[in-house]
């Protein structure tokens, strides 16, 4: 099965960003991922909801939302209203995380729930059937471009295993560092969906670094 592919809007060219969106739409990627950030929790400032509703009626492909925000809560209907498909919210910020990832399924979006690099995959353990997705985070939230956290591979191995044995149909996301060199070994070690910015923009062809990608199998 190939993985699931989701480049991210944060490594678009920000003076060009309905071309952005219309290459991704005619390219093999599956999701847009959108990375919200607050200058709170991340040391860094992205965008929010005046770009996400330019995006959104445009964009053919689902949105994968990742909210590095400390009160994503506050955001569940406005982020349904938008259109948005999964709504990512750290586990860093999520005290009663059964009770958010339930009302996000609730207000009809897909659940997802992002963990830091330090974060273990074992806390999940008594929430995983309440997540529609988890996306590891190999590098540190807040900016493309980064070095990829060498470390994800072993985490996403036992995050694999925790969903298998339980039978789950929880997609294992990662985000951060991803290209042609990290990105088999995320696969082999179990990834479902990657996320791409600086390797799908920063590309000469695009279709190719997506095809590329797509081309992996696990
Ligand atoms: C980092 C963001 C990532 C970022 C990935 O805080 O969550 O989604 O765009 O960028 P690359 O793929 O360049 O590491
Ligand atoms: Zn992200």
Known sequence: MSPIVSPSLL???????????????QSN??????????GVFVPNLSFGFPILEAISPICRKPLDVHL???????????????????????????????RSLTAIRAAGMKSGVTLNPHTPVEVLEDVLEECDLVLLMSVNPGFGGQKFIHRTLEKTRRLRRMIDERGLETILEVDGGVNATTAPLLVEAGADALVAGSYVFGHAHPFEAIDGLKALCR
């Not at 960003?17 to 991704?24: A, C, N, T």
């Not at 990627?29 to 607050?38: E, G, K, P, R, T």
């Open 29 to 38: 990627a599956d999701w847009l991922h959108i990375d919200v950030m607050d």
């Open 68 to 98: 590095m925000i400390v009160d994503p809560l506050k955001f569940i209907e406005p982020l349904a209203k938008v259109g948005t498909h999964i709504m990512n919210i750290h586990y860093e910020v999520s005290p009663h995380l059964h």
């Open 11 to 25: 490594s678009a060219d920000f003076l060009h960003l309905e071309e952005s969106v219309k290459m991704i739409n």
